[in-house]
């Protein structure tokens, strides 16, 4: 038995970086940067075919259509794939509004993402920040699956092995 724990330890070794990945809910990439008089902050969940950017300005005197919030996103790899969104306003909460942006990532890896802020009036840019943002499927894949199974795979097989080991000694031969 312990040659089946020493390969599942290896087995979790070499998938721990897949076992890092996202999953849960959005994230900060971007905490109270400034722009112009105001800050903002930018939240994400980068999962493939929706991935959500989360927009949340802050300020005096911040109207509700001040300003443009986009989101680009190019792929690491070099490919020359540009995804676009505008955000979305969305609801008010604690006196400022949040907007949203989605973009339909075709593939899990890493994205260069370019936040652009906009004044609405003159077109100006205030805010272009690019970050490196890493693109995963949403819920668990194969690898995580059997990370997560594992536990129950070796009860199983030390379960399989009594049973066996108990019916060799009540059956003898005569």
């Known amino acids: 038995m ?19 990945a996202h999953e849960g809910p959005p994230y900060p990439i971007l905490v109270d940067k400034k722009f112009s008089n105001y800050k903002i902050s930018v939240w994400t969940d980068p999962d493939t075919d929706k991935g959500t950017f989360l927009f949340y300005p802050e300020g005096e005197n911040l109207k509700s259509d001040d300003f443009i919030y986009q989101i680009k996103a190019t792929p690491q790899s070099g490919a020359p794939e540009i995804l676009s969104a ?18 339909p990532f075709p593939k899990a890896m890493l994205w260069n993402v370019r936040i652009l802020i906009k004044n609405k009036q003159n077109n100006e840019v205030l805010l272009d920040q690019t970050l490196s943002v890493e693109v995963t499927t949403p819920g668990p894949n194969r690898t995580e699956t059997l990370v997560y199974l594992m536990p129950f795979l070796l009860v199983g097989a030390i379960w399989i092995k009594v049973v066996m080991k108990k019916r060799k000694k009540t059956a003898r031969p005569m």
Request: glycine share 6%; charged share 10%.
């Open 86 to 103: 505008l955000a979305m306003k969305g609801e008010q909460q604690n006196g400022y509004f949040t907007y949203t942006a989605t973009i």
């Open 2 to 20: 312990i040659k089946l724990s020493h390969f599942a330890f290896w087995i979790s070794l070499l998938v721990i970086s897949e076992v890092l």
